[in-house]
């Protein structure tokens, strides 16, 4: 039986494109997602063997989502999609258990391998990024920043002007809750208004500019 896959960006016409190659080759798209929270409830939904993850996806980054699938379903591996080879969150991909991390770019090229490795059991990194990894996890910046998933959750959603009620409604969360996510972060960034939470949520990753 053919590789179940689902893809997950908010780039309807990447996602299109990449749904045809992976059909081409052999393998059965089972759904499509345009943000982080709709990947983790399709993944729990449908349970596919491999789902492939962009980085950056609103409401709920690659990472976390891929965090979030991979507890919910444990057979589920996760692949990583992502425009740069010294993406800021390899580090934290690594720790969240994702199997795979492909360059968007290599996409096409890289993408069938990856699966097959991960599903076999692997790790597979694109070309180009191997050795940024090896070099960031032997630096300091990749000792990880101080936020907990769920800072880091609060933090994207308030970058993308979601106001404290709409957080807290998404996350499951008291609206207590959420300001006191917030102030933590504030105050583990030594930031203190939200124009440059905005501005570290884009150098991150979190966010697109």
């Known amino acids: 039986?053919?590789?179940?896959?689902?893809?997950?960006?908010?780039?309807?016409?990447?996602?299109?494109?990449?749904?045809?190659?992976?059909?081409?080759?052999?393998?059965?798209?089972?759904?499509?997602?345009?943000?982080?929270?709709?990947?983790?409830?399709?993944?729990?939904?449908?349970?596919?063997?491999?789902?492939?993850?962009?980085?950056?996806?609103?409401?709920?980054?690659?990472?976390?989502?891929?965090r979030e699938i991979q507890r919910a379903c444990p057979g589920t591996?996760?692949?990583?999609?992502?425009?740069?080879?010294?993406?800021?969150?390899?580090?934290?991909?690594?720790?969240?258990?994702?199997?795979?991390?492909?360059l968007k770019k290599q996409a096409v090229t890289d993408l069938v391998q990856a699966i097959q490795e991960v599903c076999g059991g692997n790790v597979y990194l694109s070309p180009g990024v191997s050795a940024a990894v090896l070099e960031a996890c032997g630096s300091k910046k990749c000792r990880g920043d101080l936020l907990t998933s769920r800072e880091r959750d609060v933090l994207q959603l308030v970058a993308e002007g979601k106001t404290t009620k709409e957080i807290a409604a998404l996350l499951g969360v008291s609206v207590k809750t959420v300001e006191s996510h917030r102030t933590h972060v504030m105050r583990k960034l030594d930031?203190?208004?939200?124009?440059?939470?905005?501005?570290?949520?884009?150098?991150?990753?979190l966010i697109e500019a």
């Open 77 to 102: 591996r996760t692949i990583l999609l992502t425009m740069h080879a010294e993406d800021p969150y390899v580090q934290q991909a690594i720790q969240a258990g994702v199997q795979g991390y492909v």
């Open 191 to 205: 930031i203190h208004e939200t124009a440059s939470l905005v501005r570290y949520a884009i150098r991150r990753g």
């Open 1 to 66: 039986m053919s590789i179940s896959v689902l893809l997950a960006d908010d780039h309807l016409s990447f996602t299109q494109s990449l749904r045809a190659f992976l059909e081409r080759e052999g393998f059965r798209v089972v759904g499509e997602a345009a943000d982080g929270r709709e990947a983790v409830r399709l993944a729990r939904a449908l349970g596919p063997d491999v789902a492939v993850l962009d980085v950056s996806m609103p409401l709920l980054n690659g990472v976390a989502a891929a």
